[in-house]
């Protein structure tokens, strides 16, 4: 079990790490305080030694910043990191508190050697991002790496926990996942956001750290999950007049691109032998801005949830319940999306859009637009006012995540019935017959697909005269979660943040999002092709060659969450490979 423990100064998180491993026979401590020089700081050398008096015999303390190589040399025995600050502070004084200074590196190898440990391990942090931002160029460095190495341990660890005037919170176990608007979630939610809008932190996107043993007795806070929202819904932090409107989306970096191509010569490797790879990382580094790309951290995925009308009209396998259902158990950390997710290091949140049901958890549904849509068939799925709203909340999740870290987005669906809509869209914007774009969804048979491409057909009528206007095209026969969607892959687009497409739904959505937003396609793979057909038409549409065919047909984003390790191997290959001139190895000839 891998447990990040967080709190404050003087919080008890480090006596709370103890108590974790209370039952271990031995414990390795690594202590990254340094040896302290008593003659000039007494008072530090007194906070090390109270440390060290409450710790027993069984301790065996090693002194290193060296975390990552120290957890991979001896992988199971159990260990205490205390702290990640004192680990921060010390790369700093080591190699410069100057804004140049890049630790991504040092912080991606930690979370890697956590992510890779087989034992009982709980590393202690400070959480500082609850105070104000410092004053001090310094400062604010300090606080900025440490909640991008939080975040990232965090999205390695099996559980997360903050400890408050000795009270153990659980981030994940309050409303079984969406929590804190950190990247990784490892920032559990402030007791008082500030205006406008629920600040990053009161976000949820706690790292899907679900694991089987967890049901720890002092899990509990639901107050802390539940602050962001008033009266059970989330004030809007984006003002829906102008969501539909976007500026004009800047390309990724050209000369970083072509830079990086060059830099992948010198790597120790034939040149092009790692094919499509090398495409993946060029991309990556273009759209950073950096050559080679920095290791990707933080990725984040955000599962927009929503009903259909015209699930009641037999064109799904399944009953409309199950939406409720799903969205219950994603965030659980059940489903397969949050499987693939702990397993690529990505946070996971399920957002309510739209379901059919008033009793969602307040979090999830802090964007709630309305309950299920009008049936598409009759066309208006919604009201253009929701359809604004749907995109701004779409957005404002984009935003949140991009501004509390997220290095790469992915956005995920759940809706029973949302095929239907996702294949008007598709065949409407890629003026395909409803025969040739509508499939299986989740397994109908032969009567329920003809009622399927029944409903698609006259869907497509109502949809073909807004064809050129998004928002009323959304409105028609999309609706909120898909608009939601939307709003979310053009503004990561505009915040310049890569994103991972998944299936038929989220990519017939990435079509309206490029109309919207033109350009914004230069900021998105394809995770995979879906077997649903529509999905390859938008593929093509979209000029996007798909990184997986794995015949998968899900949706949730976990065709874009199996493909995720791919891209971020492809930046680490970029990063990380020795060039030929650095280990000695004679280039062609
Ligand atoms: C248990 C279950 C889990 C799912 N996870 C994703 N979907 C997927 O299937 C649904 C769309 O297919 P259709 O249009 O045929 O209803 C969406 O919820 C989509 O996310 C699921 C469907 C089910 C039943
Ligand atoms: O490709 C998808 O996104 C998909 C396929 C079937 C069911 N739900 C989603």
């Known amino acids: 079990m891998r447990t990040l423990v967080l709190g404050g100064t003087r919080s008890g998180k480090s006596a709370r790490a103890e108590d974790l491993l209370a039952t271990a026979p031995q414990v390795r401590y690594l202590a990254t305080g340094g040896v302290p020089n008593a003659g000039a700081d007494p008072a530090w050398a007194a906070r090390v030694l109270a440390h060290q008096t409450r710790r027993d015999q069984r301790y065996t303390t090693v002194e290193t910043l ?309 049936d598409l068939r009759r066309g208006q799925a919604m009201t253009l006012a929701e359809a604004r709203r749907s995109l701004a909340a779409g957005r404002a999740v984009a935003d949140q995540l991009v501004d509390s870290g997220a290095d790469l987005l992915i956005a995920g669906e759940m809706g029973i019935g949302n095929t239907t809509p996702a294949a008007v869209l598709t065949g409407t914007l890629t003026e395909q017959e409803p025969v040739v774009v509508v499939g299986r969804g989740t397994g109908i048979d032969d009567a329920g697909w003809i009622r399927k491409t029944a409903a698609v057909r006259d869907g497509m009528r109502f949809a073909r005269p807004h064809r050129d206007d998004p928002l009323s095209l959304l409105a028609a026969v999309a609706g909120p979660d898909l608009a939601a969607i939307t709003g979310f892959l053009a503004q990561a687009a505009l915040r310049k943040t890569p994103v991972i497409l998944d299936g038929t739904v989220v990519t017939s959505a990435a079509l309206v999002a490029e109309l919207l937003a033109p350009g914004a396609r230069a900021w998105w793979c394809a995770g995979h092709r879906s077997t649903e057909p529509a999905h390859g038409f938008a593929l093509l549409e979209l000029g996007l060659e798909p990184i997986l065919d794995l015949s998968m047909r899900l949706g949730e984003g976990s065709g874009a969450a199996a493909a995720l390790p791919v891209v971020t191997g492809a930046v680490d290959l970029m990063n990380q490979m020795a060039t030929f001139g650095d280990a000695g190895v004679s280039g062609s000839s």
């Not at 609850?130 to 790496?145: E, I, K």
């Not at 008033?230 to 970096?253: K, Q, Y």
């Open 66 to 374: 060296a975390l990552a190589a120290e957890l991979r040399r001896a992988p199971t025995v159990p260990t205490l990191i205390d702290d990640l600050g004192n680990w921060i502070t010390g790369l700093l004084d080591e190699s410069g508190w100057n804004h140049q200074t890049d630790l991504s590196e040092p912080i991606s190898e930690l979370a890697d050697a956590v992510r890779a440990f087989d034992g009982d391990l709980v590393i202690v942090s400070p959480e500082t991002g609850l105070s104000v931002v410092p004053g001090t160029a310094a400062g604010r460095r300090f606080q900025d790496l440490l909640g991008a190495a939080n975040l990232a341990v965090a999205a390695a660890c099996d559980r997360v926990e903050l400890v408050v005037a000795g009270q153990v919170f659980r981030p994940d176990a309050t409303t079984a996942t969406p929590t804190s608007a950190t990247p990784t979630s490892a920032t559990p939610a402030p007791p008082a956001p500030a205006p406008p809008a629920p600040s990053p932190a009161s976000e949820s996107n706690v790292p899907d750290t679900r694991a089987p043993d967890t049901a720890a007795p002092e899990a509990v806070a639901p107050d802390i999950a539940a602050s962001p929202v008033s009266g059970g819904r989330a004030d809007f932090p984006l003002d829906p007049i102008d969501a539909e409107l976007f500026d004009t989306i800047a390309p990724p970096d050209e000369d970083i691109a072509e830079q990086t191509r060059g830099h992948s010569l010198n790597l120790t490797k034939p040149p092009g032998s790692l094919g499509r790879l090398e495409d993946l990382a060029v991309w990556i580094a273009a759209c950073q801005g950096v050559c080679p790309p920095r290791p990707l951290t933080a990725p984040q995925i955000a599962v927009f949830a929503g009903d259909h009308g015209v699930a009641r009209q037999g064109v799904s396998a399944f009953p409309p319940e199950v939406t409720a259902q799903m969205v219950a158990n994603i965030a659980g950390g059940g489903a397969a999306i949050n499987v693939l997710a702990r397993r690529a290091g990505a946070g996971v949140q399920v957002l309510d859009l739209s379901v059919d049901t008033e009793d969602t958890d307040p979090v999830i549904a802090r964007y709630k637009v309305r309950r299920s849509t009008g």
